[in-house]
């Protein structure tokens, strides 16, 4: 299972990847021991865009500390207020209205598809091919445009707050929304042609970066990544929040567990995101946006968990709480870190050419390394 | 067999690389395809939607009033220390001290656009503004005073 | 062979048919400088500043390609990508490549510590130097061709080898793994990727039965070799631009520069002017293999003829024979870049995988096939 650690012999190459390199798309420091072309080990440095944003949160209440999660998985925001919220909502056991769960959820996956179409042009990027970067951001602002205009922000909206959403949906959201299916089916089959098709990007994907269904758990591997192995983890499945268990959705699975396999995951799962959305558009229950909270939030002396599933793996959100209006304790799981420490395991043996490969398809976002 | 694989590989492979030709050519001639916004040019035209969060506003009146009572809770809520009230008392007509607010400073380059003290304000005096160009030569002229010189709070906010 | 080194001088004799046509031609311009310069200052004197005014027209005809194609390359990129491109400097952004150019002039060349510093500045002039070499033998117009080589095509293919030296060179005196690294990479796919060019320039060759680039495009007078040719003709076309896109180091073949794992390969260290030295290189070289690939298999300046169709002939025969050329090379040129805007890159591997296990073979069979073709006599 742990291979041996790879001595790093004479005559052996030793390059730096980043801090500041194309590939990385981020601060991430990879130090490569190459053998000519082949990698003969893989040892990420971390901690270049640390900013301690667990420490941060404990001087902030449980209404501010939720907009500082925005900044660790930058590309999928919303769903990482959405675990800090779960998670103060459990401790102070709000109840969330049916309206505020389904606004939610909807936001939820409109980053999801964002995240993977950004992922996707990145990708592709990656491998060389500059289009799709280009075409994938096309649909990609149409949903930072529907987010702008509800929440206020593009990126970095801080939307949820405790017992629901800060505000109601914009008048314009649902027409909005539908306009964006009808632009996402147009269009999702250009990403066929220009890339999943392509007899180069194939090659280059498909057994590259094999991970077992065993390293997979082993290395706390989780999300789409993990499901390329064949790995069911999708929290929405296993462990539904919110409304999850009364929507029709599949956990995309794909048994290859090449990089390939990771690619058609994340791929599907925009449509079954898609499925979700359309589901729920035209039945956002009436209602309130928020349920009614103490003006200032105090979760009872304990520890609280929840997780969620965002656009990369299963985010965990655990806070110890000493009764007072700041949490004692908090500490993030994040997705990328887990994802990442399977990395070298992925490459070692391959080509120089198939890091990037590997690396693209475990979509690796450095600030939600770092925090 | 292996020749007709070898056929079929190459064709295969062909048939992939015509099908994503295919498609760049179609955007290489349908230019109404183009999504670029000339930013700087467009400005007259930039529509941004009413609940951007651009920078934090308090809106006066013509009276030049505006609704702040100096209650703080937007200083409280702030995560970054933004908001900084300075309270004075003035004395109404009937001869009593009543709290006011003397300056309402905001550091720009502070805030997160987080939304929180405008949700945290009682009576609604500040609002977000849709603006977004802020970068200024001197770091100084981040450092706002929201109430405008000479305002009072307006009648009957309490 | 020697003495005809003679720049810009009408050399083959013009033993077409259709002297009639007076069109405004690059011939007739040749002709007359020479003339004037023979008569003012006696035939040695002619030669020394014939070869001036081709000295100065080919480095003028470089920066010229340097700034029309980066140009284009980048409207063309735009395009596809559902961009505007360039649109500020200039009418509609036309004026782009030449700010880039000042830019790069004024900026600080660097040799970084470590470096050898003789091989590292000498490499991005060898690369321009092979660029300017590959320009001799290039027929530019009808009857416009600075050196009549009767072995061009070798010549070409002898010449164009040397480019790897300069991008080998560059990348170990840069002290640079990442070069280093870009620099090999390049070096083990340009001698594999010659082969299969070399055999696709073959196939025209054995058809024509003459090295000379004149003849070949002389024998495409009834119809371009494209169209002759039948299917393998067609298959050498495929096998050499696939062959002259790995060549030149263009995208999908770009691993000597592939930024997503070697940041910018072997000219990782170079910056300034030598960094615009080999960007310039890469465009002229693009330039060069798509005119010989025009050359080759698309009749070079001939016209597009149909069968007897005279009237619509003699409307092409009145298009001059430059536009023909550079309206050829620039369609083959626009391929490589649309290509580029397509595809991912090969990872090294499969690159040379594609090389000997299919370019090669196919272009061997094919080249037989051809041969066979030549001595039957089967082409039109
Ligand atoms: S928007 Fe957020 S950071 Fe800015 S002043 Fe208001 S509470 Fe503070
Ligand atoms: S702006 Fe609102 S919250 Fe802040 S001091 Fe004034 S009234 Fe109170």
Redesign the pocket.
Known sequence: MFEEVAKTAEGDLVINVGPQHPATHGVLHLLITLNGETIKKVEPHLGYIHRSIEKMCESLTYRQFIYVTSRMDYLSAHINNHACALCVEKGMQIEVPDRAKVIRVLMDELTRIASHELWWGAMAMDLGAFTPFFHAFRERETINDIMEETCGARLTMNYMVPGGVMQDLHPDFQRRVKEFLVLYKRKIHEYDEMVTGNIIFQNRMKGVGYISPEDVISYGVTGPAARGSGVSSDIRKLYPYEIYDKLQFDEVLETAGDSFARYLVRLREMDQSIRIVEQLIDNIPEGDFQAKTKAVLKLPKGEFYTRVETARGELGVYIVSEGGTTPYRIKFRSPGFSNLSALDHMVRGGKLGDLVASMGTLDLVIPDIDR | MFITDYIKDVFGAMKSLGTGLKRTLYYFTHHKEIITQQYPDNRATLVLPDRF?GE?VMPHDEKNEHRCTGCTA?EL????G??KVVTKFDITPEGKKKKAIDKLV?HLE?????????VACPSDAIKMAQTFEHSVFDRSQLTKVLNKPGSKIMEGVE | MYERIITVLPVKKIKEKKQNITVWSFADISKTIDQWLNDWVGATWATVFEMVIAGVCVIGLFALLGLVLVIMERKVAAWIQIRLGPNRVGPKGMLQSLADTVKLLVKEGMTPDGADKFLFNLAPFIAMIVAMLLMAPIAFAKDFQMWDLNVGVLYISAVSSISVISILMAGWASNNKYSLLGAMRSGAQIVSYELSAGLSVLAIVVLTGSLSLTDIIQSQQNGWWIFKGHIPVIIAFITFIIAVTAETNRAPFDLAEAESELTAGFHTEYSGMKFALFFLAEYVNVFIVCAIGATLFLGGWMPFHIGSWEGFNHVMDYIPSSIWFFGKTFFLIFLIMWFRWTFPRLRIDQLLNLEWKYLLPISMINLLLVTVMAIMGWHF
Not at chain 2, 77 to 80: D, L
């Open positions: 969060k934090v937007c809520a702030c995560p970054n933004t908001i905001y502070l805030c997160t656009m987080c939304n929180l003290c405008i």
